[in-house]
């Protein structure tokens, strides 16, 4: 299989994985960059991540439209994904989910959504809400063109995640894994601290410490495919990820 068949199927995975882990559900979509033209990403059509085989991926070019004739619908909300491409070179892979633990967090202004467990330290110190009526006014609060897009990326700045007040959450990585990994501990997260709040004032994590397990991941290590390998069993495809020896592919990042 060449690379990028692996990188398509492991995005079919992905989008079982975060159907199958409660991030998305009939809506929510993961797509990831091409590896070889950072003008275009991958992306299913319009179509609930659980349902999604490999010939519902399409390829898009950076503003959002299909770069073959394409009569399928596609998803309205692809402009997150076009805009946080055209802004961040460094991002491969990106979801959008309406995970119902961390709405609170993007409504509540006074308190701020912080990483509180260890596997929520890469939601990073600090996670911007993006208000689309700010820029936009009354909405049906959908990301539906190239403008709300880019406004978002903006918003998410150098960060991993945007929260979308009313809405859900924008995340960014640098590979699939990565995304979907931090898409999963995301809302655990935010459950975690909603829940220590009514308990008392929740201790975040430093920055000592976020640094510290950012310094730690390595992607395709023994502990990452441990996780991938045990999403994709519990999504029921197990049977389509790849070897744990196998060399990294093209499209994992290199620092
Ligand atoms: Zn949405």
Redesign the pocket.
Known sequence: MSNLDTLIQDLVIANRVLAKEDVVDA??HVSVRHPDNPKRFFISRSLAPELIERDDIVELDIEGQPVKDEKRSLYL?RF?HAGIYATRPDVMAVV???AEDILPFGIAKATKLKPVIHSGSFIGGKVPVWDIRKKFGDTN???TNMAQGRDLAKSLGKGSVAL?RG??FASAARSIIEVVRLSVYLPRNARVQLAAMQAGKPIPLSKGEIAARAAGYKPRSPETWRAWEYWATRAGCGDMIGEPDAPAPAYDHKP
Do not use: P, S, T
């Open positions: 809506y929510g909300e997150i959008h989910a309406h609060l959908l990301v979308m809405h859900g």
